[in-house]
């Protein structure tokens, strides 16, 4: 908790003082994610590229009046974290940062200048990467439960912000140069959630749906239900789509797996238990049956019901 803390005040003091969601997400990236591109050798910054100025803090910890073995910027300091530590800050980052921020489209350092064209966010090219990152690559159980727990963050402001847009608010810009600048007409979920991605965090969850440490199978389930809630929202059926491939690939798991029944619940809430019997005639028997083993009938019990 107390690195979570730390991460929530580092975000907050890179965000002081600036009013400007562009300035915020450009100061954002300068400080977490300046190391998303390993083969940028422009030296350009985010602010640098995206023209505005950097954080207020960045502008103090660098000032001229510093001894030069004094000056620094978040960037540098970031530098230094443990993995654990970087994941603390994109869960500060979630927690701090405003929808705008998060959301906001910028040009990525080393763009060409004949193509400077904004598409990268914070939340869904920087966050979300980062925490993939994390759990597929896990130093141990502590820092999986917390890369999933910040997992289901990221996936909780992807859904709100998805939702706002769906009910007609836009987060990243409220003019109408909005579409020139960034080539969207408004946060989409296949802008601010892109299949590829969607599919990577998919098979994250799959991969721990019964990991031996039961709080991070508990921010599995939670992020899951999240990812669901967010694929309702995609158009031309794909919600529906991928609600009756994950049942599919849920009901081939065994019987006696508890990472089974509490994911197959919330699809069932969503698709409907009709079409979960279609999927398998034999789904409720199966269920009864398996609920006679101890070890799953708590996690069976909550299909059935």
């Given amino acids: 908790e107390a690195g979570v803390s730390a991460g929530v005040t580092i975000a907050v003091v890179v965000g ?4 400007c969601p562009k300035r915020r997400a450009a100061s954002l990236a300068d400080a977490f994610f300046s190391d998303c591109f390993s083969g940028d050798v422009s030296g350009e910054t985010w602010t640098e590229v995206n023209e505005t100025r950097a954080s207020c803090v960045d502008a103090v910890l660098s000032s001229s009046r510093l ?7 978040i960037k540098n300091e970031r ?7 970087k994941i603390s800050a994109v869960r500060g980052v979630l927690t701090a940062a405003s929808g705008d921020a998060l959301s906001q489209f910028l040009v990525r350092p ?11 966010l914070v939340l869904t090219h920087g966050c979300v990467p980062l925490l993939c990152d ?11 439960f917390h890369a999933a727990a910040a997992l289901k963050s990221a996936l909780t402001r992807i859904k709100a912000l998805v939702t706002s847009a769906g009910s007609g608010v836009n987060h ?4 109408a140069s909005h579409k020139t600048r960034t080539g969207h007409d408004t946060l989409t979920v296949d802008v601010l959630f892109p299949k590829e991605l969607s ?5 994250i969850l799959w991969a721990n749906w019964e990991d031996p440490l039961s709080q991070t199978v508990k921010e599995t389930h939670l992020s899951f239900e999240c990812l669901l809630d967010i694929e309702d929202q995609r158009g031309d059926g794909g919600g529906t789509a991928f609600l009756t491939q994950a049942a599919d690939l849920l009901l081939k798991k065994p019987l006696e797996s508890k990472g089974r029944y509490v994911p197959l619940a919330f699809v069932c809430r969503r698709l409907g238990a009709t079409a979960l019997i279609k999927l398998d005639p034999h789904i409720l028997h199966k269920t009864i049956r398996a609920m006679r083993d101890d070890s799953v009938c708590t996690a069976a019990g909550t299909l059935v019901g």
């Fill in 172 to 175: 990243s810009s409220k003019d």
């Fill in 110 to 120: 080393g763009t060409e200048s004949k193509s400077k064209n904004p598409d990268w």
């Fill in 16 to 19: 002081a003082g600036i009013v």
């Fill in 199 to 203: 599919h990577r965090v998919s098979a």
């Fill in 79 to 85: 530098a230094k974290f443990t993995p654990f530590g």
């Fill in 67 to 73: 001894q030069s073995e004094q000056r620094t910027t």
């Fill in 134 to 144: 994390s759990l597929e690559n896990p130093v141990d159980s502590h820092h999986k």
